[in-house]
């Protein structure tokens, strides 16, 4: 009777330890560990550079966004080097290159099994312009080496496998400061699309 109730109790306690390690191991593959992600993309940006009104333009170049994800389906940490150009700008064939160096934060709601993810993003840094736009004799941007600039909007990825996405597309306002002698502002529209590749 007593060896009964020995193996009644040890039994209870193996099947005990089998559903906590179950649970465990659940809790472990439901919860996935904070990712980094790496975003090669095509940009299209347009510009108003030179002063007063829209004499606008359109710039293309490339871009690369780094991003780690703080926890799932929240935020994270994102870093974003973007260069365009534009040659021919105005009757004065003015060519620039603009360069954006910008990091923030980006939030990702949770979509579950979707395969489309949309996300939103806050970036502040610098921006850098060359060319004869601001280098020439009159110049119509001064002080071009460097510039407060903010990147605010979002995108929408298509996941394609556990290592890579489609970035389907990116919009973004991008304000840069430089001097123009006349609002010091340039409002540009960044549109964007590209390769995620996930780590």
């Not at 579950?112 to 993810?117: D, S, V």
């Not at 071009?144 to 995108?155: P, W």
Request: hydrophobic fraction near 40%.
């Amino acid at each position: 009777m007593r060896i009964r109730i020995k193996a009644e109790f040890v039994l209870l306690l193996a099947m005990m330890a089998v559903s906590g390690s179950a649970a465990i191991a659940q809790q472990t593959t439901d919860k996935p560990k904070p990712r980094a992600e790496l975003a090669l993309s095509y940009d299209y940006l347009r510009s108003n550079a030179p002063p007063g009104g829209c004499t606008c333009f359109g710039l293309n170049g490339g871009s690369a966004t780094f991003a780690w994800r703080v926890r799932p389906g929240g935020f994270a940490a994102v870093a974003d080097v973007s260069v365009s150009h534009a040659s021919n700008i105005s009757s004065n064939g003015y060519d620039l290159t603009l360069g954006t160096y910008t990091a923030g934060a980006r939030y990702t709601p949770k979509v579950g099994n979707f395969p489309l993810q949309p996300f939103g993003q806050l970036l502040v840094g610098v921006a850098h312009a060359s060319g004869s736009l601001v280098e020439g004799r009159t110049p119509a941007v001064s002080d071009a080496n460097a510039a407060f600039a903010t990147n605010i909007g979002g995108g929408l990825d298509l996941h394609a496998g556990r290592h890579f996405s489609f970035r389907v597309l990116e919009a973004d306002y991008v304000l840069t400061t430089f001097a123009n002698g006349s609002n010091d502002h340039q409002n540009n529209l960044r549109l964007n699309a590209g390769l995620v590749l996930h780590f």
